[in-house]
């Protein structure tokens, strides 16, 4: 059997497809005996090929590979320790570790969230921004559970789109499947906290959710950039009523009147940057959070108070629940 396993483990890395498949079908098949001779690949720098068809393997043997993952963890060999852990996080998620490993997580988290500066925050992407002293609120109107502190790059990769993190499916109690998402609340810029949390955004609608946000906290905006399909979508909402939105491909493109900055900006800059400015208003989404709360990018450590939060949107889904390994 060993040979078995080793042949199939070597041919994961053919240069033949439809090999390579059928390894990985055979490896799968095998079960939980075939961890120990995978994760040598996934911590040696074989070929890209051979790690994707490895990991591939592991994916789909899941929760059936966690207990000897458990075992490499707990007793070695050393080397293969720390793919073990990633492994582990992988497959069940915080809930897969011992009592030690997530201590050892907690206390790293504890350690670089007092190192965090500057924070970045990507300048391409889809973000709330509500004001920081209505915290409460804004967890509140959101419905929102399992705060956990975080670091904005352990935030944002776990609310990242088309990640394996930012949502997950459950069973309720009457057999329906329900959507989880998790969500990424910023620390405080300024006057002003961000939250991030792709899938969720999409799945509802920004600008509801403006709307929905601003009836609890006063007033709330949506900033969405889209370079690839040159569309850029802000608005603000105040007391729970849109006041003002522009949307690239929208229909209609604006609602409601020109902000004060947009005149201002209109008047200075319309000679300048005719591509971010209409005759109706200021189009750029960038430009516009820049006037009305924060310009992303490169945080000012100066401006940066507090640290960021994870949360759930299901109190039966903390964020333990959730696979994957996190950057930290």
Known sequence: MPD????????LGDRDRGRRAAAEDGLVALGAEV???????LSSGRPRRHALRAESVFRRLGEDAVPRLREIRSHGPGHLRRVALRLIADLSGEQGLDLADRRAVERLIRVKLRSERPVMLPPESR?????????DALVAALGL??????????GLAATEAGSAHDSMQIKTPNGDKETVYRVFITPQFGAWRLLYGNAFLDAFGGEYLTEKVSGQCGEAHFYRIDTYHDAHVWCVARNGHMVRRHASWGDPEWVGDPLPFEVDYLEDRMWIEPSLISPQGVTDANVAARYLSVDVGYMPE??????????????????????GALPI
């Open 4 to 11: 078995t396993v080793e042949s199939l483990v070597h041919a």
């Open 302 to 323: 100066s401006e940066t108070h507090g640290h960021g939060w994870l949360a759930t949107t299901h109190p039966g889904s903390p964020n333990s629940h959730f696979r």
């Open 145 to 154: 559970h399992d705060l956990r502190a975080a670091t904005t790059v352990m």
């Open 35 to 41: 961890v120990d001779h995978l994760l040598p690949i």
């Open 127 to 135: 973000w709330l921004a509500t004001p920081a002293d209505r915290f």
